[in-house]
């Protein structure tokens, strides 16, 4: 049985695109983490959902590859993916303020973990939800 991940002030997670061409790091210390079921996470990832984890920007940073990057979307929020391989690695929201960082591209263990399902009232109709997260028909 492995041990329970415990979160440690200046822990820093990694991550990176399918290609490897892209990479970044963040702090452990994400506010929140949901998974999302509206029809812009499942077009964005392609799946019935977008499983992310919130962050202030100033704690999540670029390692290497910027030069790499494709923005699609106007102004100070955006979804951010490899231009090589197409990889969702983040989306800016809150007017620039924080990073939805998709959970599937770190290549470490968050201490947090999704807490809920938002955005059900939109969920593909084929995809039925298994676990006991709370399940919210919008955000919230």
Known sequence: MS???TSRPGRQLSGRCLC???GYRVADEFAY????HCSNCR???GSAFKAFAGIEQDK???TF???????????LDHDVRC????SLLYSVVRE??????????LTDSPTLRPSAHIFVGSKAPWFTITDSLPQHAEFG
Do not use: K, S
């Open 83 to 86: 231009a090589t391989c197409g």
């Open 96 to 105: 620039g303020r924080f990073v939805h960082l998709t959970l599937g591209t």
């Open 43 to 45: 077009r964005a990832t």
């Open 33 to 36: 983490a949901l998974n999302c």
């Open 20 to 22: 490897g061409q892209v």
């Open 60 to 62: 999540f940073a670029l």
């Open 65 to 75: 590859g910027e030069e790499n990057l494709l923005r699609y979307g106007e102004g």
């Open 3 to 5: 041990e329970p991940i």
